[in-house]
């Protein structure tokens, strides 16, 4: 028997990979599957079942695709609706790969459909559980995602309580758990940082196994702190029922080699986003006028699902060669199919066309120290997540989170210097706002933790867990 565990930090998402005797299962593969595939086809083993643990919202499944690569069969959980053919499987159904038995376990809360998976090796001793988002290490999945007109994330969250006091606490606790996501993931607020853990482990560290928790109290803690799901999140549920174009044929759509006339035609339609993903340290120093930055060495996909509203949305982008295909499979992770293509040479045709270029202007924190002291009535924007806020900032910053960016906090007449936590999402936020004509903002590179470094007046600090 064999398991493995194929992580992908950009989505802080786990797929996995199970053999035994020939045959092999993937659950909640992503939607370029040809990972899954070489490692069977390495191995001499036959994909028989791709699982899947619920309609994922975050990212689009390669559910389809290995499906109709490989023969396997798709599994989904009781309650569960597609346009494509699959097997709804009932709660406790077991299915043989190789040696192994794989039980499927309805844990809805999550979602009305969700589901884990425990495997069971060749002597019947249960080893190990794939809880997608029903249970993940140090929190569970967000009830939210699932509101409908009868039915309310209370509701929701009261069946999560019951699915894993009666479904995942009753296991033993040496039973491996392999989680849907970690920390970074939007589909939870407190993931730990590990990807693998223990049904024991998480019974004494997870807030939400808590067994002298009542129901009421469950469903508090869990709605508590919640952040509005990204807008993307509905489309990509959409695409997981209905079915999707084959990845190919968007990274052929996508790598169609743009002329600097071929994009400024282009790009002259305003619903068009020019898309920078090179890092941010270069683009702060000559991007083409109205581009967004979301550089691709960072939590691309997640932020692009965040800030760029639709996923029909026409993009171009602007990237080096070497990255675009990892840009733009890593655009239709989330959805994001509609790539028309890439300028070609990048900005160095376009400045060789005589094409303007705009700056940010970019700041060390020790030269943001001597302006601060020189005056300490300056406009400081923290654009971290909340949390990170509360644990420690700048005294004097102003509050404004990348994800809900609001101009009208800004000063409209003096600089503002604006910071994230390491000069990632700060560059961001700047290329938002020149977008729409804000003009007076300085990056401070590094972010907060340079700031730290320099003798900038800063909070206490707020232990994570008071939170």
Known sequence: MKVEQLYTDCLAQG??????????????????????????ADRGAKIKYVFETHFHADFVSGHLTLAQQTGAEIVFGPTATTNFEC???????????????????????HTMESSS????????????????????????????????????????AGMLFDSLRTRIMTLPDEVIVYPGHGAGSACGKNMSKETIGSIGYEKVNNYALRTDMTKQEFIQEVIEGILPPPAYFPENVAMNKKGYEDIDTILTKGKSALSIDEFKTITSNENV????????????????????FIGIKGGFAPWVGTLIKDVKTPIVLVTEEDMLEETITRLSRVGFDNVLGYLKGSISSWEQDGGDLNTINSISPDK????????NDIDIVDVRKEAEYKNRHIISAIFNPLRDLEND???????????????????????????????????????????????????EEVCPSTL
């Open 273 to 292: 986003v020019i898309l920078d993903v090179r890092h941010q340290d270069v683009f702060v120093k000559g991007f083409i006028p109205n581009s967004m």
């Open 117 to 156: 998976y425990l495997l069971i090796d060749e002597n019947g001793k249960e080893v190990s559980l794939f809880s997608g988002d029903t249970l993940f290490l140090g929190d569970v999945g967000r009830p939210d995602l699932a509101q409908k007109s009868d039915l309310t994330q209370e509701d929701l």
């Open 368 to 375: 943001f120290e001597s302006i601060f002291m020189d005056n």
């Open 409 to 459: 906090k800004l000063n409209s007449t003096a600089e503002n210097f604006v910071h994230c936590a390491g000069g990632y999402r700060s560059v961001i936020a700047c290329s938002l706002l020149k977008r729409e004509g804000i003009h007076n903002v300085t990056n401070i590179e590094g972010g907060f933790g340079a700031i730290k470094k320099t003798d900038l007046p800063l909070s």
């Open 87 to 109: 097997l709804v499987a009932e709660d406790n159904q077991k299915f043989k790969v190789g040696d192994v038995t794989i039980k499927l376990l309805h844990t809805p809360g």
């Open 15 to 40: 797929a996995y990979y199970i053999e035994s005797n020939g045959e092999a299962a993937v659950i909640d593969p992503l939607r370029e599957v040809g990972t899954y595939i070489s490692m069977a």
